[in-house]
């Protein structure tokens, strides 16, 4: 009879980081730290609701006759390049519930 090791960690940390992602939006929306303007990690908006918001002031502009001006960043490896004490720092400015803090 072989054995094959059982590997529950990709599960678990899975289950994990949906439970952290539910926290923190939860804490995020109830303290109204978010803008409205944000369309990125949230339920319910995409990079469509995005594109049609500036399609919209694109559209508004060209009626008014005016110019408009988008720049668009993208900056690679921003999240993996934040050191530990960065991420502590904002998440206690934020009043981040300690539960949740000691996690990261």
Do not use: W
Request: net charge positive; aromatic share 4%; glycine share 4%.
């Amino acid at each position: 009879m072989s054995y094959r090791p059982i590997s529950l960690l990709l599960t678990l940390g899975k289950i994990l980081e949906k439970l952290i992602n539910q926290r923190l939006n939860y804490h995020i929306s109830t303290t109204q730290q978010r803008s409205s303007r944000q369309f990125g990690f949230r339920e319910g908006r995409s990079i469509d609701h995005a594109l049609d918001k500036l399609m919209q002031r694109v559209e508004k502009c060209r009626g008014q006759k005016t110019h408009t001006d988008i720049i668009s960043i993208d900056i690679q490896g921003a999240v993996e390049n934040l050191t530990h004490k960065s991420i502590d720092e904002k998440l206690t400015e934020n009043k981040c519930p300690c539960n949740i803090k000691t996690l990261f």
